[in-house]
Nanobody, 127 residues
Framework: QVQLVESGGGLVQAGDSLRLSCAAS????????MAWFRQAPGKEREFVGC????????YYADSVKGRFTVSRDNTKNTVYLQMNSLKPEDTAVYYC????????????????????WGMGTQVTVSS
């Protein structure tokens, strides 16, 4: 059974940093693009960032570019999201996502490009 488990969320103040982790089990995702999405109350799930299988290529939403960094450790089957200079508008549940089959590397920013999802971790940023 494939599982993605996010951790590292919490309540922080504006300007603070957090590092989220996504640990995968049940299969290896070392050959696949992995992504982070987020969903705020009353809003649709939105793309945050993704990373190619090698870690050499990353893409980010404009709203987080320059503040967030996606990385991965394929030896641990784990993906990370480093979030700096957090803002109240970053408040959301953050989800890790992975595909069920290989696609060519690229900006995989759509929800329907991913088949496996974690349960999410809450990030709350107070002003």
């Amino acid at each position: 059974q494939v599982q993605l488990v996010e951790s590292g969320g919490g309540l922080v103040q504006a300007g603070d940093s957090l590092r989220l982790s996504c640990a995968a089990s049940g299969r290896t995702f070392s050959s696949y693009t992995m992504a982070w999405f987020r969903q705020a109350p009353g809003k649709e799930r939105e793309f945050v960032g993704c990373i190619s299988w090698s870690g050499g290529t990353t893409y980010y939403a404009d709203s987080v570019k320059g503040r967030f960094t996606v990385s991965r450790d394929n030896t641990k089957n784990t993906v990370y999201l480093q979030m700096n200079s957090l803002k109240p508008e970053d408040t959301a549940v953050y989800y890790c996502a992975g595909p069920s089959y290989w696609r060519p590397p690229g900006a995989r920013i759509r929800v329907d490009e991913y088949d496996y999802w974690g349960m999410g971790t809450q990030v709350t940023v107070s002003s």
